[in-house]
């Protein structure tokens, strides 16, 4: 079991910058990967960063070259840095933590991103 926590939301103009930050109330080197998540309204959640336990990431294609995902695992800590913002950002952003077993997945209660034009 592990609890994650999301901060840094808000609201930011197109063009701008955000970062969000999840923390883990555990280790979070012992999960196979940790990502974000986003769902804005009226839509499906999705996929935004990936990283694994051995760094590999991987973006949605809305996202490359925008969005940078990291982790501090000394600090239970993922973030998501995020530039050059767009309208269509906008959501709620979700943590999640992937375990080795397809079972163990969490999520944390998610923070807004409203990104204005």
């Known amino acids: 079991q592990v609890q994650l926590v999301e901060s840094g939301g808000g609201l930011v103009q197109a063009g701008g910058s955000l970062s969000v930050s999840c923390a883990a109330s555990r280790s979070i080197s012992s999960f196979r990967a940790m990502g974000w998540y986003r769902q804005a309204p009226g839509k499906q959640r999705e996929l935004v960063a990936r990283?694994?336990?051995?760094?590999?990431?991987n973006y949605a294609d809305s996202v490359k070259g925008r969005f940078t995902i990291s982790r501090d695992n000394a600090k239970n800590m993922v973030y998501l840095r995020m530039n050059s913002l767009k309208p269509e950002d906008t959501g709620v952003y979700y943590c999640?933590?992937?375990?080795?077993?397809?079972?163990?997945?969490?999520w944390g209660q998610g923070t807004q991103v409203t990104v204005s034009s």
């Open positions: 990283i694994t336990n051995i760094d590999s990431t």
């Open positions: 999640n933590a992937n375990g080795w077993s397809p079972l163990l997945e969490y």
